[in-house]
């Protein structure tokens, strides 16, 4: 695959943004223990997708169940909070000796782009994923024009 400096140098700087995006949140949300903030909410990974159709919000959520996580969207920010509790095996443990996993409440607010309808959205939890869809308008679903033989335009 050949670089194309003017073609691509747009993509590449979305790319290099979108990554710089996902190392942050790792830091400050997900997974990484960060002495005083601890106890501070903490944010699962997210992907969006959008289809011709619809947008879907594809949300880690390993080891919770379906009635722990709720989903709120308000204009175009779709809010997914809930809570994950510490396994009761780990209760009687004498130490931490490797903290990863993250538990107790979570956040996280989605900027979701215009055209997703805001009275059609679904959500269900399934191998420990969270998947959202929004259904998108109908003014910004995408349509095909037919083109008429110039014969047909001139009588138009």
């Given amino acids: 695959m050949n ?3 003017i073609q691509d140098t747009q993509q590449v700087i979305s790319n290099l943004q979108d990554e710089m995006n996902r190392m942050f949140q790792r830091v400050w949300h997900v997974g990484v223990s960060t002495p005083p903030l601890d106890g501070q909410e903490w944010a699962p990974p997210v992907d969006l997708y959008e289809f011709d159709d619809r947008f879907v919000l594809v949300a880690e959520a390993p080891g919770l ?4 996580i709720e989903v709120h ?4 920010i779709l809010t997914i ?4 509790q510490k396994p009761a095996l780990i ?3 004498i130490s931490t000796l490797r903290r990863e996993c993250r538990y107790g409440k979570f956040s996280r607010a989605i900027e979701l782009p215009n055209g997703a309808a805001k ?7 399934h191998g420990g994923l969270l998947f959202v869809t929004v259904q998108k308008t109908e003014t910004s679903k995408p349509r095909t024009i037919k083109v008429q033989s ?3 335009c001139e009588t138009a």
């Fill in 65 to 68: 169940e379906a009635g722990s």
């Fill in 81 to 84: 909070r809930g809570e994950k």
């Fill in 119 to 125: 009275d059609k959205v679904s959500a269900k939890c």
């Fill in 150 to 152: 110039a014969d047909a």
């Fill in 91 to 93: 209760a009687d443990a």
């Fill in 3 to 5: 670089f194309r400096p």
């Fill in 73 to 76: 969207q308000l204009g175009n």
